[in-house]
């Protein structure tokens, strides 16, 4: 009996920092913003565990800025829904090519699928914050360019 508590209270301290923190799931805004930061996770991964914690600060931090966040949450498995989720995102062509892949946040333009930057658990906050505002320069001026 004591074993199995021992087993259970091991999983939970494992397992639990993953899912306590919330979802990325926010009320869309009317046009999808077309700079998104893509996270690939898992709750064995231990580059996970250092990076995410980083990514939802900033992310927190810059909560007003147009930036699309996903999360593909690889702890389950289950990537026909992830796959689902992607094509809702408009991103399943890089969800194709890094499915199953863990521990970095992508940074991409949803409109041409280019790859800006993969941010990794080398990236401290104030990097990770730099590269999101970099990037949305870079989209604002394709905008203006564009439009």
Do not use: K
């Not at 999808?32 to 709750?43: D, H, T």
């Not at 980083?54 to 909560?63: G, N, P």
């Not at 062509?93 to 199953?100: F, I, K, N």
């Amino acid at each position: 009996m004591r074993l199995i508590a021992a087993v259970l209270a091991g999983l939970a301290l494992f397992l639990g920092p993953n899912f306590v923190r919330a979802a990325w799931d926010e009320a869309a805004p009317a046009e999808e913003p077309r700079l998104v930061a893509a996270m690939f996770r898992s709750s064995w991964c231990g580059a996970c565990r250092v990076l995410e914690p980083r990514v939802e600060d900033v992310r927190e931090e810059m909560a007003g800025e147009p930036i699309g966040w996903v999360r593909f949450n690889f702890t389950w498995g289950q990537r026909d829904a992830l796959r689902g989720l992607a094509e809702e995102e408009g991103i399943a062509p890089l969800y194709d090519e890094l499915a199953g892949r863990t521990g970095f946040l992508v940074l991409m333009d949803r409109e041409t699928g280019q790859v800006f930057e993969i941010v990794t658990m080398d990236y401290d906050r104030t990097r990770i914050r730099e590269a999101l505002e970099r990037w949305l320069v870079v989209v604002d001026r394709l905008e203006s360019v564009e439009g």
